[in-house]
């Protein structure tokens, strides 16, 4: 069974910069795309960033583009996402996903990590 553990959350203060990384445990050779989410306290989640299997395709949402960068590899079977420019409104609990499909988003998603808490606050 295919499994995602986020790592990297915490506490930082605006403008700062923090690294999340998702490894990825199991028959890995039905994923495809992978992608970011996240949900805030109260409000639903969105979508923060994907890429495809191949690393090359990727896609941002218009809040963090310019500030945040996805990245894969594929050898280790990890996903991450550098955050750099944070700001209170990026306070979230941020979640992995991964499909089989060639695009990823919250209805396409086949697994789901834990989660892993952001906190950008003076």
């Known amino acids: 069974q295919v499994q995602l553990v986020e790592s990297g959350g915490g506490l930082v203060q605006p403008g700062g910069s923090l690294k999340l990384s998702c490894l990825v445990t199991?028959?890995?050779?039905?994923?495809?795309?992978m992608g970011w989410f996240r949900q805030a306290p109260g409000k639903e989640r969105t979508f923060v960033a994907s890429i495809g299997k191949g690393g090359s395709f990727t896609s941002y949402a218009n809040s963090v583009k310019g500030r945040f960068t996805i990245a894969r590899d594929n050898a280790t079977n990890a996903l991450y996402l550098q955050m750099n420019s944070l700001q209170p409104d990026d306070t979230a609990v941020y979640y992995c996903a991964a499909t089989s499909a060639v695009l990823i988003a919250i209805s396409t998603a086949d697994y789901w990590g834990q989660g892993t808490q952001v906190t950008v606050s003076s």
């Open positions: 199991g028959p890995t050779s039905s994923i495809s795309a």
